[in-house]
């Protein structure tokens, strides 16, 4: 397994900017497919955006379909999510996650690795 550590998060105004990253250590990070979740206080997880394993290929919720953007450096072992235009309810914690294989993964259960989250709090 990977260990997972997101940082980036904070609060914005809606309509604004932020990036979330994710470090990984461990294991080769190229043989993970990444992504993003996310959790509102008393809601479920739900899944953001995945990225396969050397970036080619991208997923993304419908909900911040055209807002995110999901990218990954083997080289420095590191996931991003690049977050724009934010909207109040994109608040959440936000987590990164390694699915063990090639491709990208929608499904929290796919996922073997998770990091502790970081917080992103979007005022209106």
């Known amino acids: 397994q990977v260990q997972l550590v997101e940082s980036g998060g904070g609060s914005v105004q809606a309509g604004g900017s932020l990036r979330l990253s994710c470090a990984a250590s461990?294991?080769?990070?190229?043989?993970?497919?990444m992504g993003w979740f996310r959790q509102a206080p008393g809601k479920d997880r739900e899944f953001v955006a995945a990225?396969?394993?050397?970036?080619?290929?991208?997923y993304y919720a419908d909900s911040v379909k055209g807002r995110f953007t999901i990218f990954r450096d083997n080289a420095k072992k590191m996931v991003s999510l690049q977050m724009r235009n934010l909207k109040p309810e994109d608040t959440a914690l936000y987590f990164c996650?390694?699915?063990?294989?090639?491709?990208?993964?929608?499904?929290?259960?796919?996922?073997?690795?998770w990091g502790q989250g970081t917080q992103v709090t979007v005022s209106s």
């Open positions: 990225i396969n394993w050397n970036g080619g290929t991208t």
């Open positions: 996650a390694a699915a063990s294989g090639s491709y990208y993964y929608i499904n929290a259960i796919q996922y073997n690795s």
């Open positions: 461990g294991r080769t990070f190229s043989n993970y497919g």
